[in-house]
């Protein structure tokens, strides 16, 4: 170990301050200063992110983790605001450093705490360090679960969050490891305010399937005037039959008088961000 590895480790281990090491990574064209191991490899909504943020002002990340979605909505200088919410302290704090890094800062509002539908000031939250597979549901989040390990948190609702903001979203992202349905309850006064576009990662597990799930929220749909499309098909979702045999996939949300978007007609699922840039955003 060199003078300045062992600097590093005595000041994190001994005096318990993180020195703030940085690395350059990279995601498509974009380059990104990071706190290092705090971006995953690209995912499969990486270029639905990019031309979400292309094609939208005001965003709320719910489950943000460590801002790499937030990072590469926050990359079109089209977004004036964006809101990331996570109830893991230790992972909020690493993507408020990463955007002062990338001095996206001043876009930003931050609220640590779940979203679901009701407020509440203790629940648990099944996770482990910063992991990004963390959950409300103990069944979730396998890592934790193996651990036993959570945290408490605070839960609040989106139109209790959104009443608090200058602002009003039009695109919210949600990744909340089984919890979308949740999610989606507490933003009913936030559609009626504003015809917002919702992205959804849908997850599924041994209680809850798929199917039924996404039964939750189409049934939620129905109820605010929504619909729902599979973005890897470009189809509407009518019945939960059609994303059954999935694990894991993206559903967009739309109010009914919107057609799907045409600037995500052409994206694959897993489409390259590279891509994406020389075809796409530079038309």
């Given at each position: 170990?060199?003078?300045?590895?062992?600097?590093?480790?005595?000041?994190?281990?001994?005096?318990?301050?993180?020195?703030?090491?940085?690395s350059q990574e990279h995601i498509g064209p974009y380059r990104f200063s990071v706190v290092p191991e705090?971006?995953?490899?690209?995912?499969?909504?990486?270029?639905?992110?990019?031309?979400?943020?292309?094609?939208?002002?005001?965003?709320?990340?719910?489950?943000?983790?460590?801002?790499?979605?937030?990072?590469?909505?926050?990359?079109?200088?089209?977004?004036?605001?964006?809101?990331?919410?996570?109830?893991?302290?230790?992972?909020?704090?690493?993507?408020?450093?990463?955007?002062?890094?990338?001095?996206?800062?001043?876009?930003?509002?931050?609220?640590?705490?779940?979203?679901?539908?009701?407020?509440?000031?203790?629940?648990?939250?099944?996770?482990?360090?910063?992991?990004?597979?963390?959950?409300?549901?103990?069944?979730?989040?396998?890592?934790?679960?193996?651990?036993?390990?959570?945290?408490?948190?605070?839960?609040?609702?989106?139109?209790?969050?959104?009443?608090?903001?200058?602002?009003?979203?039009?695109?919210?992202?949600?990744?909340?490891?089984?919890?979308?349905?949740?999610?989606?309850?507490?933003?009913?006064?936030?559609?009626?305010?504003?015809?917002?576009?919702?992205?959804?990662?849908?997850?599924?597990?041994?209680?809850?399937?798929?199917?039924?799930?996404?039964?939750?929220?189409?049934?939620?749909?129905?109820?605010?005037?929504?619909?729902?499309?599979?973005?890897?098909?470009?189809?509407?979702?009518?019945?939960?039959?059609?994303?059954?045999?999935?694990?894991?996939?993206?559903?967009?949300?739309?109010?009914?008088?919107?057609?799907?978007p045409p600037y995500l007609q052409g994206i694959a699922q897993s489409?390259?961000?590279?891509?994406?840039?020389?075809?796409?955003?530079?038309?």
């Open positions: 170990m060199n003078l300045k590895n062992s600097l590093n480790s005595f000041i994190s281990n001994k005096l318990g301050y993180r020195t703030l090491n940085r705090s971006l995953r490899k690209s995912d499969y909504d990486d270029a639905w992110l990019v031309m979400a943020g292309h094609n939208h002002k005001f965003i709320v990340d719910v489950g943000c983790n460590m801002g790499q979605s937030s990072l590469l909505l926050l990359s079109n200088t089209t977004v004036e605001k964006i809101l990331l919410c996570d109830p893991n302290p230790a992972a909020l704090a690493i993507a408020a450093e990463n955007l002062i890094y990338n001095q996206l800062i001043d876009k930003a509002d931050f609220i640590c705490s779940l979203i679901g539908n009701k407020q509440e000031d203790q629940v648990r939250f099944y996770t482990t360090g910063t992991g990004a597979a963390g959950s409300l549901y103990l069944e979730n989040a396998h890592t934790a679960k193996k651990k036993h390990d959570y945290i408490t948190s605070s839960m609040q609702t989106l139109d209790a969050l959104v009443s608090k903001l200058s602002w009003v979203p039009d695109f919210i992202k949600i990744d909340v490891e089984g919890a979308e349905f949740l999610v989606l309850e507490g933003a009913q006064k936030l559609v009626q305010k504003s015809p917002a576009t919702f992205l959804v990662e849908m997850h599924s597990s041994a209680s809850l399937s798929m199917s039924q799930n996404t039964d939750l929220v189409l049934g939620w749909c129905r109820k605010v005037g929504y619909r729902a499309w599979y973005l890897k098909d470009k189809i509407e979702v009518t019945h939960s039959n059609q994303v059954a045999k999935r694990g894991r996939c993206h559903i967009l949300l739309l109010p009914q008088t919107k057609i799907f489409h390259s961000v590279d891509e994406l840039f020389t075809k796409e955003l530079s038309t």
